[in-house]
């Protein structure tokens, strides 16, 4: 192969592996004459997916919107959380065991406080994708701002440079590799936040949405719910992928 | 630990006790007496004992001494990265109590930043040292001509635009030793920069530091573990002794300036270091 059709073969592959899984699930229902309202097969999916495609697109739309709210959110006090643990060890000390306490509560049980606290609908779903997404920011933030090398951070103390300008000319960009790192596993963190919290307290959104559908046991419609966060899914992965390229490519220099 | 109490007595440090107090001394630096201790309790290492330690400006000296002795702690010492855990530090007039300014430094990693070109590499510190922080805005154009002049200077010509994983090892230590210089410091502190080369390009580095120095007089401490190198490039090798490290013999290079390689086959230059040599054989087993 030469290295055009490699690339070729590598941007064709994640079509041809998904075309087959529906394949194998298109196939493996109507060879079982698995029941509709237990898996429907992907053509009934797709055919749900293009009838209800207005409620999708609105419900979509909206939890997009809550997911972005959310993790962007996420993404500054992760960012602010992460330089000040990675720069003081003082921080560090005291909020770090906070932090792990309180990444290890199942999110899914925040819900109902913050729905006595804000009421049905948005907020909670931003506040879930907040709580969700969050950490691994943080963390990851902090991680690259603490293991800057020490003969770097001696370069610039010999020069009389102070904590903000080593933060700045070194932590920073040192963490960056870090923070795109967390990013790509924080927004698909996100959807999940956002989407359970619809599903147990919303008016709106996809996870109200296939709550909906599936009280109506129209199951095409929850699996076309399903399918919609994937898609937003991977988009949001892809934008965070690209922003990665193009900011931190030197982190990636083996590769080259 | 008794010994360190006493190594702490208080003669060291009533001389220029209030902080960035002047110090009355000839010398742009001086150690007197100065004692460092890592860790605390029982873990407590006695790194440096008792360093006494003169340098005129524009001074060049080279510190040797078997591994581990506190030849890099020294470094950081005299730099106030480190402060000493007894006695007095006095760089330039002034005692040292916290990082001094506008030092340059190299290490043995060229520890240049991926995420810059190797000529934003050299002018960091322009970035950070003033006059030039205030001063590189309007008169850009000018510090990019003297980085490169510079960069042109140590056989890096037509690299500023690459990044520094684009170059090979001896070329990033080029590159270290120009962002060590860009800011005309007064002190260069070079902490065994060329020991991760190989041969041949360490020996060119020798020549390239030895012509910088020639041009620009700044003061240099060189901690080696190369025995050649600190012959070729100072004017007087210090030997410093296992932990606790104190310095056990100064030996000054009477050899003529500027140095080639051939002097280095000169027998003067040979008996130097074997002198050296010796004496660190003989600590080492001590």
């Known amino acids: 192969m030469t290295g055009r059709q490699r690339r070729i073969v590598r941007q064709v592959l994640p079509w041809v592996v998904t075309l087959g899984m529906l394949g194998i699930w298109e196939l493996v229902c109507r060879v079982f004459h698995v029941a509709e309202f237990i898996l429907p097969p992907p053509s009934a999916v797709a055919a749900a997916m293009s009838q209800y495609h207005a409620i999708i697109l609105d419900n979509a739309a909206w939890t997009l919107l809550t997911t972005a709210l959310g993790f962007g959110l996420a993404l500054v006090c992760g960012v602010l959380l992460g330089l000040a643990i990675g720069a003081s060890t003082l921080v560090y000390s005291g909020l770090y065991p906070v932090l792990v306490g309180f990444n290890s509560i199942p999110k899914v049980a925040l819900v109902p406080v913050f729905v006595i606290w804000f009421g049905i609908g948005t907020v909670p779903a931003i506040l879930t994708a907040f709580a969700l997404s969050f950490f691994p920011i943080a963390v990851n933030v902090a991680t690259g701002i603490a293991t800057v090398e020490p003969e770097m951070q001696d370069v610039l103390r010999a020069l009389g440079a102070k904590r903000h300008e080593i933060l700045l000319k070194v932590g920073i960009p040192r963490s960056l590799p870090y923070l795109f790192a967390s990013l790509k596993v924080a927004v698909t963190l996100a959807f999940v936040g956002s989407v359970i919290s619809e599903t147990v307290a919303s008016n709106r959104g996809i996870g109200y949405l296939m709550l909906a559908a599936s009280s109506r046991f129209q199951v095409a419609l929850v699996f076309a719910g399903v399918c919609a966060v994937a898609i937003m899914g991977i988009a949001m992965y892809a934008i965070c992928a690209v922003l990665e390229q193009r900011l931190v490519y030197w982190a990636y220099r083996s590769q080259k | ?286």
């Open chain 2, 1 to 286: 630990m008794a010994m360190l109490s006493d190594a702490a007595s208080p003669a060291a440090t009533v001389d220029a006790s209030a902080p960035g107090a002047v110090a009355e001394t000839p010398y742009y630096i001086e150690l007197r007496n100065v004692t460092l201790v890592y860790g605390e309790g029982d873990g407590q290492i006695l790194a440096i004992e008792n360093l006494q330690l003169q340098l005129r400006r524009g001074d060049f000296i080279a510190v040797v001494g078997p591994s581990g002795c506190g030849k890099s702690t020294l470094t950081k010492l005299v730099t106030g990265l480190l402060p000493p855990t007894a006695g007095t530090i006095i760089v330039d007039g002034k005692r040292v109590q916290a990082p001094i300014k506008d030092v340059g430094m190299a290490f043995q990693n060229a520890t240049l930043m991926p995420w810059r070109t190797t000529l934003g590499n050299v002018m960091l510190p322009l970035e950070v040292v003033e006059p030039h922080k205030s001063r590189l805005r309007h008169a850009r154009a000018e510090y990019v001509a003297r980085a490169e002049a510079l960069l042109r200077s140590v056989g890096l010509q037509g690299f500023a635009a690459k990044h520094t994983w684009e170059l090979s090892g001896g070329m990033q230590q080029r590159a270290s030793l120009c962002r060590a210089l860009i800011h005309e410091p007064h002190l260069l502190m070079l902490d065994e920069p060329f020991a991760a080369l190989d041969a041949f390009t360490r020996e060119e580095l020798w020549s390239i530091m030895q012509d910088l120095w020639l041009q620009r007089r700044f003061t240099t401490i060189l901690v080696t573990h190369d025995l050649r190198e600190a012959v070729y490039l100072a004017d007087t090798v210090h030997v410093m002794s296992n932990r606790p490290g104190r310095f056990v013999l100064r030996r000054d290079v009477d050899l003529p300036r500027p140095r080639t390689l051939g002097t280095t086959f000169d027998p003067r230059f040979i008996d130097i270091v074997h002198e050296l040599r010796d004496k660190i054989g003989e600590v080492k087993a001590a």
